[in-house]
């Protein structure tokens, strides 16, 4: 006898996710309702995901408004009550398709729940200096949630929400299964996307030191959840001095990266030179702002 589905509707988000998609697919099988949200992928991703017979919906973004998870929360017909949003190289551990199962059939006074993601790097688990329990909202209950807009304009990296928190109208939960995070494109794919994340990056870090704020941001405060303590000592991070060097010691040392070998090395690198990257453009930013440079 088959196993029968768990009433929950997945989101994942894809363009040009061949390398990635087939294992996200695979570890909802379970799930009795799997949207793929595309962007007009030009690689196998379609193919695949028909394979796994998921519904497929084409998302068109044209620079501004509501990027691709934020239009499916607003915009799918999802019969279940609750929503589980998923990146392409992200993967459901068995874990936390029980407790999802068990969420569905036995309910809750929640209405969003917080994942641990466990982020895989050049094949290792970065337990240390990916900072292991990373939480993130991923599990909300329909017509309960929506995605901030941080304003960063034009240096959006993409047509779907890379680092904008998910806001939660009710009581949030936590789950004890992990989300795991393994990216098996290359690391020319990587560092592509590390140029476009610092543009915004820049653009956000601009923002909060020189805007009030933006519309639908999380609350920072030091007494609040996860989320929104990240966000406070995010204020006080941009206004620090050297923060590549900073960045690199407190990931590498503090937070014992040296012990995960040389993907650990390489990740802890890269994050720092990033870090770099979004301090320089900050930089170029203040000129122009200036009229120093066009």
């Known amino acids: 006898m088959s196993e029968q589905p768990v009433p929950i509707s997945v989101v994942i988000a894809t363009k040009n996710e061949q390398a990635n998609i087939r294992y996200a697919l695979e570890s909802v099988r379970w799930a009795d309702q799997v949207f ?5 992928s030009q690689d196998a991703t379609l193919h695949i995901a028909k394979e796994f017979g998921a519904d497929i919906v084409q998302f068109h973004y044209r620079g501004k408004g509501p990027k691709k998870w934020h239009w499916s ?32 059939k036995s309910g809750s006074d929640k209405d969003g729940f917080y994942a641990r993601r466990k982020l895989y790097f050049l094949g290792r688990w970065l337990k240390h200096s990916a900072w292991y329990p990373n939480w993130s909202v ?57 140029n476009r994340y610092s543009s915004w990056n820049a653009q956000v870090y601009y923002n909060l030191t020189h805007l009030a704020g933006s ?75 200036q009229g120093k440079v066009s």
């Open 36 to 40: 793929v949200v595309d962007s007009q």
């Open 73 to 104: 929360l607003n915009n799918l017909p999802f019969p279940h009550q609750w929503i589980l949003i998923l990146a392409a190289d992200e993967r459901v551990s068995s874990e936390l398709k029980e407790e999802l199962a068990k969420l569905c």
């Open 138 to 194: 991923r599990v909300v209950r329909r017509g309960k949630a929506h995605y901030e807009d941080l304003g960063a304009g034009q240096a959006d990296p993409g047509d779907v929400e890379a680092h904008e928190k998910l806001i939660v109208d009710g009581k949030l939960g936590y789950l004890q299964g992990d989300i795991i995070h393994e990216d098996r494109k290359d690391l020319f794919a990587y560092l592509e996307r590390m």
């Open 215 to 289: 519309k639908g941001e999380v609350n920072p405060r030091l007494s609040g959840d996860v989320v929104e303590r990240r966000r406070f000592f995010k204020r006080i991070w941009v206004k620090l001095p050297f923060r590549m060097m900073i960045r690199f010691l407190y990931d590498y040392i503090f937070k014992l990266g040296f012990l995960e070998g040389r993907p650990g090395f390489i990740w802890c690198a890269l994050k720092a030179v990033q870090e770099f990257h979004i301090s320089a453009k900050i930089y170029e930013m203040e000129l122009k702002r």
